[in-house]
């Protein structure tokens, strides 16, 4: 199983980072939010952007915003493995899709705990990528929505029937306990769980 570290709930964002890079972490969980598609809004870009002092690991990066596209061509040139964008946003999802692309980065979608697994089936060909969210976005150390793990298998057999290889992860609440829930994701995000903790990396290995 692959881990991706959120630090939404670091209270020393460059003192959390450097920690985190000297783990087996695979990705670093960048959440940005814009006090529109949810309430909480977090840094801006110029304050993001310094993340590549503290860590060279690759970015996941996770667009909780109503308007993606004037976020993409900012987060494609750091090192940035996945751009994730939400199903439920009005924009025109394939635009935003092939404008991720074009940067030569995966593009994923994320769906909200109330929106069905069915609601991706017309964008299963363009993604590498998808982001199952166990909890309602917004905040971190929130609890597991324990349905998730239905979903996770609703996907996964949608995934299966239309031959699609894309990554599928899950993100909030993750911890040694709700990731049994979660066997059939690829790749877990967790944040409070490894971030309050004071061993990063034993935490990393728990959910592996
Ligand atoms: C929630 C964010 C999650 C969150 C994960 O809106 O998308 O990435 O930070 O944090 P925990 O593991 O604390 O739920
Ligand atoms: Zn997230």
Redesign the pocket.
Known sequence: MKVSA?F??SKNIPKDLSTLNDTDVDYI?V?IMDGKF?ENKTMPFREMRHIYEYTSKRLDV?L?VEDPSKYIPLYAELNTEFITIHVEIEEDIIKDLELIKSYSIKCGLAISPDTKVNTLIPYLPYLDYILV?S?Y??????EFIPNTENKLKELRELLNSYNIKALVSV????DNITKDKCSNADVL?????IIKSDNFQEKISSLR
Do not use: E, F, N, T
């Open positions: 959120s939404l709930s969980h959440d949810v996770h909780m969210m909890v976005p917004g905040k971190g150390g929130q993100d909030g609440g993750i995000v967790s944040g409070s769980y």
